[in-house]
Structure formats: structure tokens, C-alpha cells
């Protein structure tokens, strides 16, 4: 034991010599003549949403019990029976046993309620801590825990990328700019590009975790505790440590309570992790089209119309682009939430949770729907084919061509805009033209100038790294797989 209150009179009081009244477990016990009026109560309450905190809660509380033993305010029998107390309950609510109570405003009351109900050294636990780091302490671990679960879910998401790309090799379709044909790439460099994206979402919460990862309990309402508290050593037992496992604990109780940057922080992340889905799913949306038709999606995830019969729906990339809405609008409330408080804490802060809450879990449902419905996703190889090989994809191949013969660049694509303009008044395709015609433009075009149009070896031609060639996405996707196992 490293600390211990330096007065005699701080022995342990045996909790069953507290007289009931004083162990109330109420936020108005004593200085209020009743309850609230009830639809005030009903307007404060925030248990119909923080209960999801409560596992949270519990790990915290055993945490603060521990140290309350170890600083000598609980005894070990009263720290035990505090543990077990808080196991049994815990125990109850996963089995779905448990009666939350509107009236006892959120799942801090709740839980110490129904403990101090049980066990009467629960009436000792919230010594020197209050609500405000409490609640601080539940979100960062629940947070935690969160990221670990999304980053999972991610990491299937990629992989469900590469494997599309995997199962279709060497298919091409055209590379976009503006919505316009640019130049062909393969189908699998258009998935990685979204591959990337995710890494550096995965990068993003990696970061944000770390940051995140500070224990702010001990902060207690605002100005810490007058008790001599040992914070690393709660901060070891919940895991908020560094490399070498050493405890980081917050460096300010002012800030410890009322700092919500990590909330903000997921939130930004899960924001920007939203429009990637929403770019891809636009991508898919586009894809499955009729005019498109380069994809055919599985019955199971696609919709019907109640009305039109030969009608199936890109439902879930739909839904996955009009979700990020809500995930970007969280993030506004959030920034808009904070922007004007006071310091301390401010019960404004209680509206922090929904947010949160509701970004989580709508990027991560996202996100595992977007993955299922691309392992359940067939490449039209023949249509995406079709569509690369409009020879208007190599004009810029042509310009290279001239540029090899020693052209410069600026007359080689005039030159080539000569040839466009050309093709296009005499109403015929790029490879259709004559090598005299070509000729008769420039004597710089050879011979050999319409073997340019040979799809396969101008994907060939793309291979410098991170270029859409043949090759060079065949080692991008082995990468890949090696990474994501
Ligand atoms: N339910 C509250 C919240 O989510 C917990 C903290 C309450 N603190 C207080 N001083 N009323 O913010």
C-alpha cells in the first residue's frame, strides 16, 4: 500500500453502521424538500439512452473501489463485497433482468442505487468522485471499446474490396473525371483507390484512440478530491497507459470533466469515414445501373418496388449515402453543443451521448452492410470491357506516342486534338481511321499507330507504381491480402 489518509480518524467506518437515510442514493438527497416535479424528471432523464454505458460504468466503479481499498477508505471485505456486488448486477442486466429507473436519471444512479440496495458499503463507492468524471470516464472506455469494434469491421470492409478485385483480374473499365470517360483502369485499382481511403480511416481512430486513451477519474466534480487518491493506479487497472504501460492520467480535473474533444474527435473520423462510404456506394449505385451495368448485385441485398415488378434497388448503398448525413450532421451538433459552455461541466453535456452513440453505430452498421453486399457482388466482365474499349480512352496514348517520337507535349496533344475533331466530323472511331489519315494530320504518327489501340497492352503501359496496370494492381492486391490476412 503506497498511500494512506495521513489522519487517524480516516479508519473505516463499517458500512452497515450507516444510518439509511444517509446512504440515499439520490443527486437531491438532503438539501431538496422532494423529488422533481415529474416532467422535469422525464425531460432530464438520460438513462433511456446511457444505460448502453453500463458495462462501462461497472469496470469503472470496480476500478475506483480497488482504490479506495488500497488508500484505506474501504476495507478489503467492503471492496470485495462492492465487486461482487457490482458482478451479480452485471450479471442481471446482460440477462436482461435488470429494471432501469427513470426516476434515478441516469445509469450512474441506477447502478449505485441497486448496489448500495444490496450491498451497504456501496453507500461508500462515490467517495470523492462525482458524476462529471465519471460520466468522462464511461465515454472514453466506451469509446474504446467502440473503435476496436469498428476498426474490425473496416478491416472486412477492405478485405471484401480486395476479394472483389481478386475474383475479376484484369478486368477493365473506363477511369472517370467530371463523369466522363478519361482513360481505362482496372476494375480492382478503382476498388483499391477505396482500400486506401479506409486505411487512413483506420489511421484516423488509431490516432484518436491514443489520444483518447487518458483516464480523467480522479477529477471529481471540477477540482479534483481532498483525499489522496492514487489516480495512475486506477488508470493502470482500466488500461489508460502508454507503450511501456506506464498510467496517463488528465493534467487538469477543470479539463478532465468538461473536455469532449474525443467525442468530437470519433465523430470527425466516423464524418469523414461516412463520405468515403457514400463515394463508394454512389460508385455502386452507378454501377448497377442499366446504362452502367457493370455489376449485378445478389437478390438478398438489393429491394424491389411495390409498384414497377421488373424493379431491384441498390438499397443498402442508397441507404449507406443517405446515412452519412446523419453521421455529418452529428458531428455539427456536437461542435455546435460545445462551442458556447462555461467552464466546467454543464448538463448540456448530456447530449453528447446520442451523438455518439448514433455515429457509432451508424458507421459501423454501414460498413458491415457495404462489405456483405460486395462479397455479394458480381463484375459483368463483358459490359465493363465494353465500356474501356471506347478507343477516345487512349487519345492520350496517342499524345504519349508523339511525345516518345520527340514531340513536345503541348503540339502533341494539338496534334491529337486534330485527330479527335477529325474522327469525330467523319462521324468513325478513333481505331478507324486510316494510318494516311493519321498521317495526313501529322507525318509524326508511324506505321504502327493503330496497334496503340490494342486494350490490353495500353493497361500493360500503366504499370509505375500506383498506376492501374495489370501488374503493378496484381501486386497492390497481393499487398493487400498480406496486410489484411
Ligand atoms: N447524465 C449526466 C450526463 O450525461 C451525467 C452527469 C451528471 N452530472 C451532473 N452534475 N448532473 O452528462
Redesign the pocket.
Known amino acids: 500500500m503506497k498511500r494512506r489518509p495521513s489522519s487517524p480518524k480516516s479508519k473505516p467506518v463499517p458500512a452497515d453502521s450507516i444510518p439509511a437515510a444517509a446512504s440515499a442514493v439520490t443527486?437531491r438527497s438532503g438539501r431538496f424538500a422532494g423529488g422533481p416535479a415529474s416532467d422535469v424528471a422525464a425531460f432530464s432523464e438520460?438513462i433511456s439512452f446511457?444505460w448502453r454505458l453500463w458495462r462501462q460504468d461497472i469496470r469503472g466503479s470496480i476500478a475506483h473501489a480497488r482504490m479506495l481499498a488500497r488508500i484505506g477508505i474501504l476495507t478489503a471485505a467492503e471492496r470485495d463485497a462492492i465487486e461482487s456486488g457490482l458482478g451479480d448486477i452485471a450479471a442481471e442486466i446482460e440477462a436482461g433482468k435488470f429494471i432501469w429507473k427513470a426516476e434515478l436519471?441516469?445509469?450512474?444512479m441506477n447502478l449505485e442505487s441497486e448496489l448500495t440496495r444490496r450491498v451497504p458499503a456501496g453507500a461508500k463507492l462515490h467517495t470523492a468522485r462525482?458524476?462529471?468524471d465519471?460520466?468522462a470516464l464511461d465515454m472514453r472506455l466506451w469509446m474504446r471499446d467502440e473503435i476496436a469494434t469498428l476498426d474490425a469491421a473496416i478491416a472486412q470492409l477492405q478485405s471484401s474490396l480486395v476479394g472483389l478485385g481478386e475474383r475479376h483480374p484484369g478486368v477493365p473499365i473506363p477511369g472517370y473525371t467530371h463523369l466522363q470517360r478519361g482513360q481505362p483502369v482496372t476494375f480492382a485499382h478503382h476498388l483499391l483507390a477505396y482500400v486506401e481511403m479506409f486505411a487512413r480511416d483506420r489511421d484516423r481512430l488509431a490516432d484518436c484512440l491514443d489520444r483518447s486513451n487518458v483516464c480523467p477519474l480522479g477529477s471529481g466534480?471540477l477540482a479534483g478530491s481532498t483525499l489522496p487518491l492514487d489516480r495512475k493506479f486506477v488508470a493502470v487497472e482500466l488500461g489508460f497507459v502508454d507503450a511501456r504501460g506506464h498510467p496517463r492520467i488528465t493534467q487538469n480535473s477543470m479539463d478532465g470533466v468538461s473536455d469532449r474533444d474525443f467525442v468530437v474527435e470519433f465523430c470527425a473520423d466516423a464524418a469523414l469515414m461516412a463520405v468515403h462510404l457514400s463515394r463508394l456506394a454512389e460508385d455502386v449505385v452507378l454501377w448497377a445501373t442499366t446504362e452502367f451495368g457493370f455489376i449485378k448485385i445478389a437478390d438478398a441485398y438489393t429491394t424491389g418496388s411495390s409498384l414497377m415488378p421488373q424493379k431491384k434497388n441498390p438499397d443498402i448503398a442508397e441507404l449507406t449515402r443517405g446515412k452519412s448525413a446523419r453521421v455529418i450532421g452529428n458531428l455539427m451538433s456536437l461542435l455546435t453543443l460545445l462551442k458556447g459552455l462555461p467552464m466546467t461541466?454543464n448538463?448540456d453535456?448530456?447530449e453528447?451521448?446520442e451523438r455518439l452513440f448514433d455515429t457509432a453505430d451508424t458507421v459501423l452498421a454501414c460498413t458491415r452492410l457495404m462489405a456483405a453486399m460486395l462479397d455479394h457482388t458480381t463484375v459483368r466482365a463483358e459490359a465493363c470491357r465494353a465500356a474501356a474499349s471506347d478507343p477516345q480512352l487512349l487519345a492520350t496514348d496517342l499524345a504519349d506516342y508523339l511525345v516518345r517520337g520527340g514531340m513536345p507535349f503541348r503540339q502533341a496533344h494539338h496534334v491529337v486534338g486534330a485527330v479527335v475533331g477529325f474522327a469525330e466530323k467523319s462521324e468513325k472511331a478513333l481505331n478507324a481511321l486510316t494510318v494516311a489519315e493519321y498521317q495526313q494530320i501529322s507525318p509524326a504518327f508511324g506505321p504502327d499507330i493503330l496497334e496503340l489501340f490494342d486494350l490490353d497492352a495500353a493497361l500493360a503501359r500503366r504499370n509505375l507504381p500506383g498506376a492501374p496496370g495489370t501488374r503493378e494492381v496484381q501486386g497492390q492486391l497481393r499487398r493487400w491480402r498480406k496486410e489484411l490476412g
Open positions: 443527486s438520460s446511457d436519471e441516469d445509469v450512474h462525482s458524476r462529471n465519471q460520466v466534480a461541466y448538463r453535456l448530456q453528447d451521448k
